[in-house]
């Protein structure tokens, strides 16, 4: 008997069963029970690690009090539908979409006293394991802190990609790497059913937008008017959409040629001299609340030279609430407001 016992403890347990009878690596153990075998019902779930910017997060098991710092962010994890994890959000709650709303009912809203952040002790008062991030500045000096003080306690984080400070402000914005995120999330949070859901909805949305405008081209013989001035912020000097951030990204997926497609970054300073010159076919104006849209027309409107430009003269302008023109859920409801506009104008 010892000599057996000796002989099966040196069996190696990689060994092929000797009868397909005794593979039974499909089956719980008898005496343990099928819960037992299951290692989500066990809680010896496998790790999960994946690449955010400059290091690798990881998390032992799906995290279950959620942070969200910024409306885009909070955006980002109701649409996942993980709002019965958030036990704060911080940030313009008020700019959280109308159908999101109800499902913050229950959770945190921090009031941050004035300041772009809470305080980090009011965060810790929740004792989270996981914050979620869209700006960079959350984990600067200035902001919340740092990631690597925020791993030291126990919470994980996640910065949105497409804001990672090593990233080359010169590399374009794309929607797979808005998607990606989506898909990060639901790796880590243990959702991804409904990032896989999100993304195919979000893919079909961009598709129908393309086609859209594809149709609206050939109805006249591909002249539909495709310059565009994307005007975000500011009149003496307007602040514009670049080469590589969301405006560039809604504006490329639909054909349309960025006038300061030349400038560098997300956003950058712009000079009317240069909108005259180019008179463009499109104009795209941001919405920031509080009147901006008035003051915007009536500053047109007062102005002998720019009030002649072809987009006023002929309403092709298009106004996009401020939440859809950045990095997020929304771009894709900014593509479909400005491909239908486009289309609508061939009719």
């Not at 098991?61 to 996942?80: D, F, H, K, M, Y």
């Not at 495709?226 to 809604?250: K, N, R």
């Not at 008035?294 to 072809?310: G, H, N, P, V, W």
Request: charged residues 30%; negative net charge; aromatic residues 6%.
């Amino acid at each position: 008997m010892s000599a057996l016992l000796l002989a099966g403890c040196d069996a190696s347990a990689d060994e092929v069963p000797s009868s397909p009878d005794e593979d039974t690596t499909d089956e719980p153990d008898a005496e343990t029970g099928a819960d037992d075998a299951d290692p989500s019902k066990t809680g010896d779930v496998p790790e999960t690690t994946v690449a955010n910017c400059d290091r690798e997060v990881t998390v032992d098991q799906p995290p279950e009090r959620l942070v969200a710092v910024n409306t885009a962010s909070i955006e980002n994890l109701l649409a996942l539908g993980l709002g019965d994890r958030m036990v704060a959000a911080s940030g313009s709650i008020d700019d959280v979409s109308e159908e999101l709303q109800p499902e913050l009912d229950g959770v945190d809203t921090l009031d941050t006293g004035g300041d772009d952040y809470p305080s980090l002790e009011r965060i810790i008062e929740l004792e989270p394991d996981f914050l979620y991030s869209v700006y960079p500045s959350t984990f600067r000096d200035d902001g919340l802190a740092s990631r690597d003080e925020l791993d030291d306690l126990g919470v994980a984080t996640y910065l949105a990609p497409s804001r990672c400070p090593d990233r080359d402000e010169d590399e374009p914005l794309s929607f797979e790497e808005i998607w990606g995120e989506y898909t990060d999330l639901g790796e880590l949070l243990d959702a991804e059913e409904a990032a896989e859901q999100l993304v195919a909805e979000q893919r079909d949305e961009v598709e129908q937008a393309r086609d859209e405008v594809e149709q609206a081209r050939d109805e006249v013989d591909g002249n539909l008017g495709m310059s565009a001035f994307w005007w975000d912020v500011g009149t003496a000097d307007p602040l514009t959409g670049a080469c590589c951030g969301a405006p560039a990204m809604i504006m490329d997926e639909l054909g349309l040629i960025n006038i300061f497609g030349d400038l560098d970054g997300h956003w950058s300073d712009a000079s009317w001299e240069h909108v005259v010159e180019e008179d463009p076919d499109v104009i795209v104006m941001v919405d920031f609340g509080d009147d901006d849209i008035e003051r915007k027309r009536e500053f047109i409107a007062e102005d002998a030279t720019l009030s002649q430009l072809r987009a006023f003269e002929e309403d092709r302008v298009v106004v996009l609430p401020f939440p859809h023109t950045t990095p997020g859920l929304h771009n894709v409801e900014a593509l479909r407001t400005l491909s239908a506009e486009l289309a609508e104008d061939q009719e």
